[in-house]
């Protein structure tokens, strides 16, 4: 299903990195999964997370965001996608929290928000997740401590999205299609492919992993 014009309209107006044709495929997805819990990692200034948050409405469940809001490490001075708009002037750090607010007042009724680190997330999460869309940070130590913490909470036959994946290196990184390749070992199964985006289907059974 296409994005509502207005809704299309508000996530392009938000500061972010999904291509419309992504993220035109993350919420035709999103509104296919069933009702519950559905978890983002990685909310930046909320661009996923208000195509996730509409199609939570519709579907009739709950969407958690976690993010510390202090960017990734391709987001920090010097790096190529550092937004010097996006630095607090008494910290001196990275704060994309204050631009991520209108979003989240936007989705109130059906979006909570984290601000935290996963590391500290993980130590208590114990809800069962229907959908979980993994766009943290992209290194390998963290991608892989993301999915392994998160996924584990996937009900049988629920969703694991996965974006910037790129099995090709002179694409872009290679943390997400890692990622992506543990899934598949621990009998996931893919469902979908648009553009860098995966979906895959959980186990009938759990992993434990």
Known sequence: MPVPPELAETVAATTGFMPVDEGDALYD???RARPGTWLEIGTYCGKSTLLLGAAARSAGARLVTVDHHHGSEENQPGCEWHDTTMVDPRSGLLDTLPHFRPVLDALADVCSAVVAKTEVVAGWWNSPIELLFLDGNHTEKTAQHDYRAFARHLVPGGLLLVHDVF????????APWHVVQSALADGFTEVAQHGSLRVLAAPPTPTGS
Do not use: E, N
């Not at 099995?167 to 290679?174: I, K, L, N």
């Open 167 to 174: 099995p090709d290196p002179a694409d872009g990184g290679q």
């Open 29 to 31: 997805v999103a509104l």
